[in-house]
């Protein structure tokens, strides 16, 4: 036996009471107009039928999975000012309605009703607006009245959202190995269902880039100290993952990792505090003086035609003059100059 879907149940009593009512509807019409009903009956019970099977999931299931879709993208702040602010509302209400239902008639059935709905909304309106405030006040009411540890401070759960960039580029895996993060790494679901998409890329190189970012969050969660979790946390107001990304990160007040530039800098400009790996790797690389002493293999040439290049095993570039002879050779050179680029550090050095 198939399965038989809710909302094709509902277009089928639709339909039926459509019916009903078309026919009732054309009995009433032929009495009136003094003519046999059986006519009337037919043709409107038929188009009373026609649109209640049409019309009906506009009424029952599309509204009803539109506000399911919404509380589900909800932010969990928001979704919390809104129960609280209906709650409020409805007490509010309950507490207004001895006096309102003594008006007179029909004053007295219509003001609770009314009074309950423009409370709601007031309340709802107000509390979504302060939400910051709201989440500020329940955070330092829990801290408060949470006990300590014996070190005197408060157990609290700090976040660390991951980018896809970050994630693909698979060097958070070997950081969070070393103990430096102590944060807990969250994965909204809208970055892994943009890291799914990558992974199903018609593109080869594409689909290879977003397995491996599969694979280095698979292992994140299976092979790291650090805590790494997947959130259904989301933003109703923005579209693209990297604007959703950006505004998560401002709604709960938490950093993000990414290597994006782009990313970087929207984020930045909008307050949110930003961790960049390649910031990181340039931090942590070897400085190297003027006048210092190296060891490289030189394996290409550079952009003058008396140029070497060579790499350290950290992926620094060091540019050798009068090198290009020395291909594929191992030479010891001297450090004349140390550069500072966005892409990274860059040496360059002498035989």
Do not use: W
């Not at 709201?134 to 980018?163: M, W, Y």
């Not at 007040?253 to 910031?279: F, H, K, S, W």
């Amino acid at each position: 036996m198939g399965f038989v879907s809710f909302e094709f149940i509902l277009r089928l009593i639709g339909a039926i009471l459509g019916a009903i009512a078309g026919g009732l509807l054309g009995i009433n019409l032929a009495i009136y107009l003094k003519v046999p009903p059986e006519a009337y009956v037919v043709v409107l019970g038929l188009v009373g039928f026609l649109t209640g099977l049409i019309l009906t999931p506009y009424f029952t299931t599309r509204p009803l999975n539109y506000l399911t879709k919404k509380l589900s993208s909800m932010p969990p702040e928001r979704l919390t000012a809104v129960v609280i602010g209906i709650f409020l509302g409805l007490v509010a209400a309950a507490l207004l309605t001895l006096p309102l239902s003594l008006l007179p008639t029909p004053f007295g059935q219509i003001a609770p009703l009314v009074a309950a709905f423009v409370l709601c909304y007031l309340s709802v309106v107000i509390l979504v607006s302060r939400q910051q405030d709201l989440q500020a006040f329940v955070k330092n009411f829990r801290i408060s009245g949470s006990t300590t540890e014996k070190s005197g401070h408060p157990e609290e759960e700090s976040f660390i959202l991951l980018d896809t960039s970050v994630i693909i580029d698979g060097r958070i895996l070997d950081i969070s190995k070393t103990g430096f993060i102590r944060s807990t790494l969250l994965v909204p679901n809208f970055i892994l269902l943009e890291l799914q998409h990558i992974a199903d890329s018609a593109d080869p190189m594409r689909r290879s880039r977003g397995r491996r970012g599969m694979e280095i969050l698979s292992e994140l969660q299976n092979d790291s100290p650090v805590p790494t979790k997947i959130t259904d946390a989301d933003v109703s107001e923005a579209r693209e993952a990297d604007t959703k990304l950006v505004a998560l990160g401002r709604h709960m007040r938490c950093p993000i990792m990414t290597n994006d530039y782009n990313l970087n800098r929207v984020a930045e400009l909008q307050g949110v505090t930003v961790l960049n790996i390649n910031d990181l790797a340039n931090a942590v690389k070897a400085i190297f003086l003027p006048g210092e002493t190296l060891t490289v293999k030189i394996i290409q040439q550079g952009r003058e035609s008396d140029q070497g290049v060579g790499y350290l095993e950290d992926g620094t570039m060091i540019v050798v003059e009068n090198g290009s002879h020395l291909l594929d050779a191992t030479a010891r050179v001297v450090v004349t100059k140390v550069l500072q680029t966005a892409a990274g550090r860059m040496i360059f050095a002498k035989l």
